[in-house]
């Protein structure tokens, strides 16, 4: 526990610059409170408790990067306790403890509690209502009226808690766990749920769901229906076997898959109430995504995370126990094999933390140099990150001119001819790799260079800034001959 919440804040303080969507949601947030809830800057969703977390956030300290990302912080840490009261209700104790060191050391876990985006919400939400539906479950006193509430609440600030509430009502759906079963109460739960998420897809969720952009974006996260080949009907295996591969960035191969396969067999055979809390968030999301409703896709699922680890320690933990007195070194093999690699991609991002588009660094230095009536030209994907940076560094946001041609060489011929013969001018970079393979300063760099002189540049990991002077070259005054 105290491992991972060092983490957490070892990665918060390390304060990396706003990345291209980091920035964009920023803006969304640093509007006025009466227009928080308008169409997301720049095409960014997230949910409205979200949105109003992060207005309340920097309501109180400001707008800095710290404040705008206390709200995963606070959720990742929150997490780790929601992860060891899951954990140790639903398994013993040496399960327990290995999925808990699991969550604890799992890299994306720990980088997304330091990033202004809700994916750390989605996680400590997820755990927050198993928690709660375990209570539900075991008949405790007014838990379902605390679970209706809950979950009432819950889709207004994570957007994926709808598949976690739904395996929750299948689950109630089937009776609790002890006792005479409550049928019209747990109706009445999942009615509550419904009811508020009607509401929410009504006013906001809707029109967001339905930007063509967004599905087009993440057409790769949805399957072909009908299916029209076999490599259409085989989305599913690859989707799933995509997230078991790497799940939000961390790597789970051979040991993990074992694990999981092992785990999903004794659940299946010995605690089938169990395995439908755990695998049923995932059946709930692929359906979404058959329906084209929400993509399957790395960090959107994040909140699975920790469902795939309870499973994966509950299967290791029992070929640990069932090798005990035969071949113990299989079972603590295999436990290493799990366990090991986390912690050292953990312990070296302590030591060099991880970096994405380090724009401040940059800034600082244009800030340092540029000139008074020095030129500056954004790529069009460098322009949030500078907008929010800008007044910190000396900079005018309004004095630059702005790019929109992001990977069409005839746009960014047409650029590069409008810069030749101005002043000296300041070509700023970030955001430059593009999903379908490529960089964009590879293509217009060579364009500037044949059309003026570059005088400096300065790169920083994701970022880079160029200065060029446009100006013809003076021609050399004429010899006079005797």
Known sequence: MAAGVLLRVAAYVADR???????????????????????????????????????????????????LRLP???????????????????????????ALFLFAFADPLVYFASELKPYALDVAIALFLLDRGLDALAQRPRSLPILAVAGAASVWFSYPSVFVLAALGATLAAGPVTGRARPLAAAATVAVW????????????????????????????????????????????????????DPGGVPIRGAGIFAGLVGLWYLARERPRVLALLGGPFLATLAAAALRRYPFYGRLVLFLVPFLLLILAYGADRVRAATARTARAAGVLLVALLA????????????????????????????????????????EYAAPAFDYYARRYGLDPGDAARGTWEWDPR??????????????????FSHTLLPTGGDVEDLFVPMLDARGRRLDAFRAPGAAVYLYDFRPREAPPERKEN
């Open 411 to 428: 746009a960014a011929e047409a650029d590069a001819e409008r810069l030749a013969g101005g002043p000296r001018t300041w070509v700023l």
């Open 194 to 245: 419904a009811a508020s998420f009607a509401v929410l897809w009504r006013t906001s969720l809707r029109a967001s769901a339905a930007q063509p952009w967004l599905l087009k974006y993440w057409a790769g996260a949805f399957p072909t229906l009908p299916p029209r080949s076999w490599n259409d009907l085989a989305w599913a295996p690859r989707a799933l076997a995509a997230f078991l591969l």
């Open 72 to 98: 995963s912080l606070l959720a990742g840490i929150a997490s780790l306790f929601l992860m060891r009261r899951v954990a140790y209700r639903l398994f013993p104790e040496s399960t327990a403890r290995l």
């Open 340 to 379: 090991v690699p986390p912690a050292a991609i953990c312990a070296y991002r302590l030591v060099r933390p991880r970096t994405r588009e380090e724009t401040k660094p940059v800034l600082a230095y244009l800030g340092a140099h540029c000139r008074p009536g020095d030129r500056l030209y954004l790529y």
């Open 17 to 67: 610059s706003l990345w291209l969507d980091e920035a964009y949601l920023a803006a969304t947030i640093l509007r006025p409170f009466g227009r928080l809830f308008d169409p997301a800057a720049y095409g960014q969703i997230a949910p409205p408790g979200f949105l109003l977390l992060e207005h309340a956030a920097v309501g109180v300290f400001g707008p800095g990067e710290l404040a």
